[in-house]
T-cell receptor, first 115, second 114 residues
Framework: GAGVSQSPSNKVTEKGKDVELRCDPI?????LYWYRQRLGQGLEFLIY????????KSGLPSDRFSAERTGESVSTLTIQRTQQEDSAVYLC?????????????FGPGTRLTVT | KNQVEQSPQSLIILEGKNCTLQ??????????LRWYKQDTGRGPVSLTI?????NTKSNGRYTATLDADTKQSSLHITASQLSDSASYIC?????????????FGKGTKLSVKP
């Protein structure tokens, strides 16, 4: 079946502009995660959604970052007033449930470059 | 502080050779340890998941070991192939934490040369 998809695959934007990244999880997966991967660094957790529960936003680095999810489907990550340090690959993952025993399936990521 | 450290940072081997990647962690309480393979420009793909009671788990030419006492894990790749060239990421899951409960290492970049 279809895996996790993300769009766009690449995004180049000017400093100060807003960007919106999209994630389509695997159908039926109730949990969805966003991560940031800077060059040469490990993945950093940003936010996760589980069903209709309030999202865990503890990883968002600043109030310029926000994310929404419609039910158990598409999610969008929005970065306002982008800065050069926001340049990174943004990965989305989904899983059947939220919990440490569930496998996370990752999308291919969106490479964001802020000039 | 929950941390996962991997070594070496990068590794170059010849096709057909074996190699072992290391992972040390300080994550508590521990739930499970995962190894992921990340090809360039792709998302990570799971290779193995091991719980506290598992010492070894294999997935084809990949064999992961876990020593929960010393908090160390290794990933052994046998008879390497060019397609094994990728970053290998060690991930430790903990109970009750935020951050989605997964702590990621920075990865070991493996290059397999013909």
């Amino acid at each position: 079946g279809a895996g996790v998809s993300q769009s766009p695959s690449n995004k180049v934007t000017e400093k100060g502009k807003d960007v919106e990244l999209r994630c389509d999880p695997i159908s039926g997966h109730t949990a969805l995660y966003w991560y940031r991967q800077r060059l040469g660094q490990g993945l950093e957790f940003l936010i996760y959604f589980q069903g209709n529960s309030a999202p865990d936003k503890s990883g968002l680095p600043s109030d310029r970052f926000s994310a929404e999810r419609t039910g158990e489907s598409v999610s969008t990550l929005t970065i306002q007033r982008t800065q050069q340090e926001d340049s990174a690959v943004y990965l989305c993952a989904s899983s059947l449930g939220q919990g440490v025993t569930y496998e996370q399936y990752f999308g291919p990521g969106t490479r964001l470059t802020v000039t | 502080k929950n941390q996962v450290e991997q070594s070496p940072q990068s590794l170059i081997i010849l096709e057909g050779k074996n190699c072992t990647l290391q992972c040390n962690y300080t994550v508590s309480p521990f739930s499970n340890l995962r190894w992921y393979k990340q090809d360039t420009g792709r998302g990570p793909v799971s290779l193995t998941i091991m719980t506290f009671s598992e010492n070894t788990k294999s997935n084809g030419r990949y064999t992961a070991t876990l020593d929960a006492d010393t908090k160390q894990s290794s990933l052994h790749i046998t008879a390497s192939q060019l397609s094994d060239s990728a970053s290998y990421i060690c991930v430790v899951a903990n109970y009750g934490g935020s951050q989605g409960n997964l702590i990621f290492g920075k990865g070991t970049k493996l290059s397999v040369k013909p």
